[in-house]
Structure formats: structure tokens, C-alpha cells
């Protein structure tokens, strides 16, 4: 399904990015590439979503929305990803610079 049927809410795994190859350079350097967990955090309609990726978020608009594919991520999927965050996050917090 597209990117663009989701509710705010909805978790699910990017299956594909149908851009060109410098934009899908581009949005996986952000994260937003096959495989990754993405969270429907705004519906904004026919204007697009707004997308968590981790602890970034995101502004599609509907043309780019209609070009990712995603699939409903499983609950374990979900759970273990927000495992890793937060394991992440722990090893981060002494971190100095």
C-alpha cells in the first residue's frame, strides 16, 4: 500500500522508494529506505503525512507519499524496534563531546 493510505498512528515497514536515484540517496541518508519502521504521526489529507523515523520526523507531501511503498509492520516487529531505540538512547545518554 502507499505511504499516503495511512492514518496517523499506523506503523509500517518501507517496502519500496520509487524516486530517482539522487532523491533515494538522499532519503536514505534520512532513513527513509526498504526495511525501515516509520510511524504516521500527522495526517494532513491530500497534502501528505508526517512521518517519525526514530526520533525524526518528517513532511511528505502526497506525490512523494504515493511513491513509498510500505506494509503493516508486525507487533513484534514494532517491539523490537522501539527496544533498540531506547537501548540506543541509553548508550547515548554519557556520551560527551
Keep these: 500500500m502507499e505511504l499516503g493510505a495511512c492514518r496517523a498512528g499506523t506503523v509500517a515497514r518501507i517496502v ?8 533515494r540517496l538522499r532519503f536514505g ?6 526495511g525501515a519502521l516509520v510511524q504516521v504521526t500527522h495526517d494532513v489529507g491530500a497534502q ?20 513509498i511503498t510500505v506494509e503493516p509492520a508486525t507487533a513484534g516487529t514494532v517491539a ?3 527496544a533498540g531505540a531506547e537501548v540506543g538512547a541509553v548508550a547515548g545518554a554519557g556520551a560527551t563531546r
Design 29 to 34: 541518508e534520512l532513513g527513509l529506505r526498504a
Design 80 to 82: 523490537g524496534a522501539v
Design 48 to 67: 501528505g503525512r508526517v512521518v517519525a523515523v526514530g526520533a525524526d520526523r518528517f513532511a511528505l507531501d502526497s506525490a512523494t507519499c504515493a511513491r
Design 16 to 23: 519500496r522508494v520509487d524516486v530517482d536515484p539522487a532523491a
